[in-house]
């Protein structure tokens, strides 16, 4: 499936363009195809990037944010910082931040040591603590990535889960659900994503 194909297809669903494994060039393509949200994750890309590309790229941070690169994170002005994992790591970012930063709490779903993320039975609570506690760092939804499994039903289950929290917080004022990439996002979209991160599929 070609971008415009995919992006006609989910045309109610929000693409995020995962580039860091893509050129600038690439990226570029991409670009005046009418795609303008793109993901990094890695910090010093996405400043790298944010700099030298089109000014009217959206930049979203989707990588572990280490507290030694907060200050530049912060610098770099992304549209959205898709991976905050927990309330230290927001209110650390909000005490040096002068502008309002939309958010998503990162949840980890599949319970994986390898990922990253807070675990669900605490981020409901968490994603309220971050709401009252920050004054910059804006929660505005949650993402998560699906299990690593080769049982569709698992990662069925993980999506849900991850869409069950975000519909309990839609009251609180969530309004995206950014969950799937390139292996699994038709079954993220069926389990209620609105906005998904795709790499090798839109830079194959």
Same mark, same amino acid.
């Given at each position: 499936m070609t971008y415009l194909e995919l992006k006609e297809k989910y045309k109610d669903i929000r693409i995020i363009a995962v580039s860091k494994y893509t050129t600038d060039e690439k990226i570029m393509a991409l670009h005046k195809l009418g795609q303008i949200e793109f993901g990094e994750n890695k910090v010093q890309d996405l400043a790298r990037k944010k700099a030298e590309l089109s000014s009217d790229i959206n930049w979203y941070f989707i990588g572990n944010l280490q507290k030694n690169k907060a200050n530049l994170l912060i610098k770099t002005k992304p549209v959205m910082w898709q991976s905050c994992i927990n309330l230290d790591l927001a209110k650390y970012v909000d005490a040096r931040l002068d502008y309002e930063l939309d958010t998503l709490l990162e949840i980890n779903v599949a319970n994986e040591d390898s990922k990253a993320g807070i675990n669900p039975s605490k981020a409901i609570d968490e994603? $309220?603590?971050i709401k009252q506690n920050c004054k910059f760092i804006k929660p505005v939804g949650v993402m998560c990535i699906g299990a690593m499994s080769d049982d569709?039903?698992?990662?069925i289950k993980s999506?849900? $889960?991850c869409y069950k929290i975000y519909d309990e917080l839609k009251k609180d004022?969530?309004?995206i659900c950014s969950m799937g990439m390139s292996s699994d996002y038709e079954i993220a979209i069926k389990s209620g994503a609105n906005m998904i991160r795709l790499g090798s599929v839109l830079f194959n």
């Open positions: 994603y $309220l603590a569709i039903k698992q990662i999506f849900d $889960l004022g969530a309004k």
